[in-house]
Structures are given as structure tokens and as C-alpha cells.
């Protein structure tokens, strides 16, 4: 199984375009350290020709044109991605659907509640259905993941995840689970698994199980500490607030890197990197400690094989 990192970065991207914190000023002028990212998404395939999209990033257009396993081979119009699924309905997740609208008809795996919020008070879907159109293919979360698909000789499954409903939807203060999926996927051909969670609120013994279920897992890198944005001076909400479990331990409990360590996985993957996070500074001590962690930060262009 083949996994390409499209993007790595949060909402935003790094450096993001009207920040002048340290990171983003520092990456600018070359006084830190650090790759530039585009926001969130990855790609994996069974075979190195048929891919599946996992979400479609605003940055989709420039991270697509700078993988060449995703442009067309065949014909005068083609492409090898056979399908999108998507993890929830945030903007920084699914505003890349529109730049798809050139191509053949959408084939979207995504829950009824994202469904209804980009049908309803984000309509991507019916703008969409305009251009190439879409077919929507419901993954109802359930308690232990859902149903599994075959996509592209792929098995997929939706597990649902702690997390946020996106800020424009009717359920951003309510508590359901099903807002939020992490994406199992499994390489029949192995029996490989791979665990993508880009948005994950809290690790309890579900999640802990999901990721001991797997051989590599790329898992919300967002932000280092649970009050990073406020510190920074960038907002004035905590990583919680915002769906987020932070790396370091927090008032709410213990973060990823405790997570990760009790973690059976062989490669671990931090994804959906913020520009606040000092992980991104590939001199800082905050890199240092993840390495000694055996902890990866996913980078725009990172190839796995699993």
C-alpha cells in the first residue's frame, strides 16, 4: 500500500498568509528551519495507479500538480484518483471539491452529517452537481466503525472520532461523535492497516484500539501545547476548543506523544500541523523530542509504503 502526503498543514497552511509569528516570519526569511506546507490531505493506492483521495484540501490544484502519480497518463482527459473520502466537512478539508469540477463524476464517501452541511450550510455538493456531478456514498459511523468499502482495491472503514463539527454547522455545540471520522485502511492483499485521523479531540479506549489495530498511523499533529494559540497571541481559543488533543499532557489528561507511545504502531506519523506548532522549527527541541520518540512530522511530498 502506497500513501502520498499531499499536504501536511493545518487550516491555513505554513507559512499562512497573514501570520507574522516567529515560525511563519522565520520561514519566510530563513531564520527557521522549516518546509513550507499546504493544508491537509493525503492519497493512497493499492497498486500505485488507482488512488483514493483523503480529503480535498483548498490547496488541492497546486498539490496535485506536484505529484506526478496523480496526473493524467491516459487520453486527453484523465485521472488515477477513482474516489474522495472525507473525514468531516471543515472548510479546510472539502473546499478542494470545487477545484475538482473539470473531471468525471465525484465518487464521495463521506457521513450523512457532513452530507447534509455541504448540501445544506456549506452547498459544495449542489454547486457541484452543476459541473461533473456526485455520487454520494453514505459511512455512517457507528461504535467500532461502521461498514467497510471496497474502493479501488482498497478496504475502507469510518470509525468515529472526539472532535468538532465545523463552525458554520447547526451541530458545533453539540457532542456527536459522528461529525468527526478517522479512516481505517486496510491492503487486502497484505493485511496491512492504516489509521488516518487528521482531527482527534481525545485518545479513550476506542481510539486507543484503533491505533493498536495498525502498522502506521497519521494522527492529529495540530497544535504542541493545549493553550499555544493563546500564548502565541493568535486567538483566543485552546487546542479543545477547537477539536484538537495537543501533544504535550493537558488540564483535559494526557496528549499524543503519551498516546503514541503506548501505541503498537511501527511508524507514527504527526499530520494537520498548525503554524503555531514549534514542531515545524526542524532545529527546535520540540523536533528533537519527537525524534527521540521515534515520532515522524509528516512533510507535503512524504511517500510511505506499507
Not at 493499492?46 to 490544484?61: E, Y
Request: aromatic fraction near 4%.
Amino acid at each position: 500500500m502506497k500513501i502520498l502526503v499531499l499536504g501536511s498543514g493545518a487550516g491555513g497552511g505554513f507559512p499562512q498568509w497573514n501570520c507574522n509569528c516567529r515560525l511563519c516570519a522565520g520561514q519566510r526569511t530563513g531564520e527557521v528551519r522549516a518546509r513550507p506546507r499546504t493544508q491537509s490531505s493525503i492519497a493512497v493506492s493499492a497498486n500505485g495507479d488507482d488512488w483514493v483521495l483523503l480529503n480535498a484540501s483548498p490547496d488541492i490544484g497546486a498539490q496535485l500538480r506536484a505529484s506526478k502519480a496523480l496526473q493524467p497518463r491516459h487520453g486527453v482527459r484523465h485521472s488515477p484518483i477513482q474516489a474522495v473520502v472525507l473525514m468531516d466537512s471543515q472548510i479546510d478539508h472539502v473546499a478542494g471539491l470545487l477545484s475538482l469540477r473539470e473531471g468525471q463524476r465525484l465518487q464521495l464517501y463521506c457521513t450523512p452529517e457532513s452530507y447534509e452541511d455541504l448540501t445544506g450550510s456549506l452547498p459544495l455538493l449542489k454547486a457541484l452537481d452543476k459541473y461533473c456531478g456526485v455520487t454520494w456514498h453514505p459511512m455512517p459511523l457507528e461504535p467500532g466503525g461502521g461498514a467497510w468499502h471496497e474502493i479501488a482495491g482498497l478496504r475502507l472503514q469510518a470509525v468515529p472520532v472526539p472532535g468538532k463539527a465545523p463552525p458554520y454547522s447547526p451541530r458545533r455545540q453539540t457532542e456527536a461523535r459522528s461529525d468527526n471520522a478517522a479512516v481505517l485502511i486496510e491492503d487486502p492483499a497484505t493485511g496491512k492497516r492504516v489509521l488516518y485521523a487528521p482531527g482527534l479531540a481525545q485518545v479513550g479506549d476506542a481510539e486507543r484500539k484503533s491505533l493498536d489495530a495498525c502498522d502506521c498511523v497519521l494522527v492529529d499533529g495540530t497544535f504542541w501545547t493545549e493553550d499555544e494559540m493563546l500564548t502565541a497571541g493568535l486567538g483566543t481559543k485552546r487546542a479543545a476548543d477547537m477539536g484538537h488533543l495537543s501533544q504535550c499532557d493537558g488540564p483535559h489528561g494526557p496528549g499524543m506523544l503519551k498516546a503514541l507511545d503506548a501505541c503498537a504502531a511501527k511508524r507514527k506519523v504527526l499530520i494537520h500541523i498548525n503554524n503555531s506548532n514549534p514542531i515545524l522549527d526542524e532545529d527546535g527541541a520540540e523536533r528533537a523530542e519527537l525524534t527521540r520518540c521515534g515520532i515522524e512530522v509528516a512533510f507535503d511530498g512524504m511517500e510511505l509504503e506499507i
